[in-house]
């Protein structure tokens, strides 16, 4: 059973950072052929795609976070991070990581077919 577990998340000041990390288990060639993607989701608001890192590790980013946020990953440890530097409020969210096919293509959750359950994030002083 594939299965994606997203850790890291907390309560953070602004102006702070944070590293969330994906570890999947299951898939059979680990990320290999993979693209990972992180999302997140404030109350009463859509899921937004933030950025995504394809099986060639190309990276593409949001404009909201572009400059901020940093993906990568250690194909080794099925591992795929977030680096989340200078968080603002409006950073706060339930991050979330999915894979779809080794592209990363666009940002419909609907493309997106593993996903994991979530980590909070919450940016305040």
């Known amino acids: 059973q594939r299965r994606l577990v997203e850790l890291g998340g907390g309560l953070v000041q602004p102006g702070g950072s944070l590293r969330l990390s994906c570890a999947a288990s299951?898939?059979?060639?680990?990320?290999?052929?993979?693209?990972v993607g992180w999302f997140r989701q404030a109350p009463g608001k859509e899921r937004e795609g933030i950025s995504c890192?394809?099986?060639?590790?190309?990276?593409n980013y949001a404009d909201s976070v572009k400059g901020r946020f940093t993906i990568s990953k250690d194909n080794a440890k099925k591992t795929v991070y977030l680096q989340m530097d200078n968080l603002k409020p409006e950073d706060t969210a339930v991050y979330y990581c999915?894979?779809?096919?080794?592209?990363?293509?666009?940002?419909?959750?609907?493309?997106?077919?593993?996903w994991g359950q979530g980590t909070q994030v919450t940016v305040s002083s």
């Open positions: 299951g898939f059979a060639f680990g990320l290999d052929y993979y693209a």
């Open positions: 890192i394809s099986s060639s590790s190309s990276t």
């Open positions: 999915a894979t779809r096919g080794p592209s990363c293509g666009g940002w419909r959750p609907i493309e997106y077919d593993v």
